[in-house]
């Protein structure tokens, strides 16, 4: 890979985690109004219909996506992360967000760090360093507090819980979209969000879920193209390009941006507890982010291009893939079928 193609891959890397922390505000401010599976489902479905737009623009101007397609083998690993990461998460994340303010679920939500680190350590034997530890048990401490609800029953708030609870699940998506990341992205995306998506309304259906009104469902679809499906192209395409370890650090980021994002659009402001755990966990995720999950430096970050404008950067995507069969950069190896490392 060329230096201008790892600085697009870092480029799409850091677009990936500003696009979904529009998510956590976004769906907040809608959530008085829609239901939560209701909501789910439309803002997957405008995930997918914007992505399939955004494949049709490209194929008219003669820019295709290319890459290696969803073949057999892929579909285990793409319906574990339509039902993980894209029905069970958010719609758990949207029951959360009722029951908690959108700063403290975006700052819960840094605990995805902590599962996909200890995922990749376990099922995938990945090393984690002595810094990556101390960074994880900062993110950890601060989750804790931020759990603690004195007034409750059990003195740990329901909606907190559900947000780590999420955080897991997306943990567990991860390493499952390591495998997706070999194919054509913008499929992937589409197969994903639109599955999702339609599933979620035919259960908002049944479950007797009112369709909300025509303006509610147009600003559904427009965050749900933006938070879902352009974070969801930028990320498997960082991925191509950087490898799982190097993406999911920068990717990072993006619970603090939803913290900032919710203070800004929302007006919420922080209690103290809040407070007094932001610096805590802010520490634990620029740990993370200036270091690899192999407990190697972080490689210096590379000069960056004059940034193109959207439509342009969309058209990069298809930029050389990793080859169909072999493993992203930074990602382990694992065994075939019949026994050889691929």
């Known amino acids: 890979m060329t230096g201008s193609d790892h600085s697009i891959a870092i480029f799409f890397a850091i677009s990936a985690a500003f696009v979904f922390a529009v998510s956590i505000p976004g769906s907040k401010s809608m959530l008085g109004g829609v239901a939560p599976l209701m ?14 737009g955004v494949l049709g623009a490209a194929a008219a101007a003669r820019r295709p996506f290319r890459g290696p397609p969803i073949a057999r083998a892929d579909l285990p690993w793409l319906a574990g992360s339509v039902i993980i990461g894209s029905v069970v998460g958010p719609v758990l994340l949207l029951w959360s967000l ?81 495998r997706l990341s070999r194919c054509e992205p913008g499929r992937v995306v589409v197969v994903k969000c639109l599955a999702a998506g339609l599933a979620m309304l ?4 049944l479950a007797g879920e009112p369709l909300p009104a025509a303006g509610t469902v147009a600003a559904a679809l427009c965050i749900g193209f933006v938070a879902y499906g352009l974070s969801n192209l930028f990320l498997l395409r960082a991925l191509r390009g ?33 407070f007094a755990t932001l ?46 069969g072999s493993a992203a950069a930074g990602d382990p190896p694992h065994q075939g079928e019949d026994g050889t490392v691929v």
Do not use: K
């Not at 993406?247 to 922080?270: D, H, Q, R």
């Not at 995720?285 to 004059?306: C, D, H, M, N």
């Open 39 to 52: 909501l789910a489902g439309l803002l997957y479905l405008g995930a997918g219909a914007g992505i399939a």
């Open 98 to 178: 009722e029951r908690t303010t959108g700063t403290t679920a975006s700052m819960l939500l840094s605990f995805e760090a902590v599962a996909a680190a200890l995922i990749a350590c376990v099922v995938f034997g990945e090393l984690i360093s002595r810094r990556v530890w101390m960074a994880l048990g900062c993110i950890t401490a601060a989750c804790l507090a931020l759990s603690y609800a004195p007034g409750s029953e059990t003195g740990v708030s329901p909606g907190a819980l559900g947000v780590l609870a999420v955080a897991v699940l997306w943990g567990f998506a991860a390493s499952i979209n390591r």
């Open 202 to 205: 035919a259960a908002a259906t």
């Open 279 to 324: 610096p805590v966990m802010a520490a634990g995720v620029v740990l993370i982010i200036t270091e690899s999950s192999t407990g190697t430096p972080a490689p210096r970050p590379a000069r960056f291009p004059r940034l193109p404008a959207l439509p342009q950067a969309l058209l990069l995507l298809h930029l050389p893939a990793v080859p169909h």
């Open 242 to 274: 950087l490898g799982a370890a190097r993406t999911s650090s920068i990717y990072g980021i993006y619970p603090l941006l939803g913290t900032l994002l919710s203070v800004a659009l929302l007006g919420e402001v922080p209690d103290l507890l809040a």
